[in-house]
């Protein structure tokens, strides 16, 4: 993916102060870098998702380097997203620490793994990509939506990261809900990967027609050099030696890669008397946008309403019938 679009300069980030932002995956790639970027604005908090007290520690130690009163702003909040039950405590949690919640970025995920399960069924990509997500930003909602009714100008995101590979997805259907509760070994690993990260977008345009009140965007980074392919590498090192060095040199750095998801944290929001900052293009909630600030349909599944209100109800009735 080639970065054009409209300049964005997180340094003009506008000033921050009070609102609180949640990061899952921030210890490293993507999150780690966005954090980077928001952290020195003047958020009242900054919660940093990891899964274990270890990697947060080790992402502090880069962090307050750069930021040095990060220490007192950037909280550690267990999350394992493989886990619905890790997700429920993670939220519970945060809601006993917090009464507002200003931007959720679900950032976090996972690509091209071999076939498995998580914890709690779901095939791996798509339990950890979306069910993880989907729970933990159905828990959430109350007190975004709460934060967004508290002033006449309160501005409220949910930023959910995708893929240009979510056009990868199963091509008959886009999402196959009778195959998601197996590790769809008959699938392809890109396939399968491609579901998830529909799944992505499809969540956001359900929760933009379901809760307009908040912002929601789905973002694709573009190409970037995080250690996200590893699983890919480690599965097929023979080809990894031909493709990686092609794949680096088309890629960009993290701190280049974090900057669509960072905008879509501050832009001025079309239709709203939101200033936004950094950037003069606005972002329109439901939409999705490639790197940077550029709005793209995406693939026809991605367009399909029904098919978004679809995978919402089936994500909500299986999480009932496990009890959450």
Known sequence: MVFGGPAFDPKKIPDLAG??????????????ESLLHLAPHNPAKIYLCARSQAKYDAAMKGITAAVPNAASMV??????????????????????????????????????????????GY????????????????????????????????DVRII??????????????????????TDMQDYSTWTRYGQSKLANILFTRELARRHPDITSVAIHPGGVATNLANSFTD????????????????????SVGALNQTWACVAPVQGRKVVGGGSEKEIKSGGYYVPVAKPD??????????????LWEWSEEDLERQGY
């Open 235 to 254: 599965s097929h090192r023979f080809l990894s030696l031909l493709l990686v060095p092609v794949l680096k040199a088309m890629t960009a750095k993290p």
């Open 160 to 181: 959910n990261l995708t893929s240009d590979g979510h056009s990868l997805a199963p091509r008959n259907a886009g999402f196959v809900p009778d195959a998601v509760r």
């Open 19 to 32: 609102k609180v932002i949640l990061i899952t995956g921030a210890n490293g790639g993507l999150g780690y």
């Open 75 to 120: 909280k550690y909040l267990e999350l394992d997203l493989t886990s619905l039950a890790s997700v429920k405590s993670a939220a519970q949690t945060f809601l006993n620490e917090n009464s507002r919640l200003d931007i959720l970025m679900n950032n976090a995920g996972i690509m091209a793994t071999p076939a498995a399960l998580t914890k709690d």
């Open 123 to 154: 095939e791996i990509q798509f339990g950890t990509n979306h069910m993880g997500h989907f729970l933990l930003t159905k828990l959430l909602l109350p007190t975004l939506q709460s934060t967004a009714s508290a002033t006449p100008d309160a």
């Open 297 to 310: 349909v995406g693939s026809k599944f991605a367009n399909d309403a029904e098919l978004a209100r679809k």
